[in-house]
């Protein structure tokens, strides 16, 4: 994939961890109080059965939903430090294969002082890949 082929909004993501280093490159859009995450599945991403595995998609969702928890959260509190996961849960609607963007977008459906809480969609273009939603302790 080329700069040209990244969807519009779509930038390099500058938040890096040791568990998705080898996944780079990563993309990030800000909409709104949320942040989108997208990567072009690769064979690196996969199962053996060359699906981009569950764990990838788990993580990906886990991220773009915290991201978007304390985003949410700092447009009305800026000393927001950060949130930790307390619950995640997934569904596996579908699958993606090498070549595939998979998009991830959240939706914080509520921010408290303590917990927020988030859903989240995973697409490949029109198909749902998962649908995931989680609960974070706001740190």
């Not at 993309?27 to 595995?53: K, M, W, Y």
Request: hydrophobic share 40%; proline share 6%; with cysteine.
């Amino acid at each position: 994939m080329n700069a040209t082929d990244i969807p519009e909004g779509y930038q390099p993501h500058t938040r890096r961890s040791p568990l998705t280093e080898p996944w780079e490159p990563l993309f990030a859009r800000p909409l709104g109080h949320t942040v989108q995450l997208a990567v072009q599945v690769r064979e690196a991403h996969c199962n053996s059965r060359g699906l981009a595995h569950g764990g990838l998609i788990a993580a990906l969702a886990d991220n773009a939903m915290g991201l978007s928890a304390v985003t949410t959260a700092r447009s009305t509190r800026p000393e927001q430090a950060g949130a930790v996961t307390v619950g995640l849960t997934l569904d596996y609607i579908d699958s993606a294969r090498p070549g595939d963007w998979l998009e991830f977008h959240p939706t914080v459906l509520r921010c408290g002082a303590t917990l927020a809480f988030v859903e989240c969609r995973v697409v490949c273009g029109e198909r749902v890949v998962a649908r995931g939603s989680a609960s974070f302790k706001m740190a």
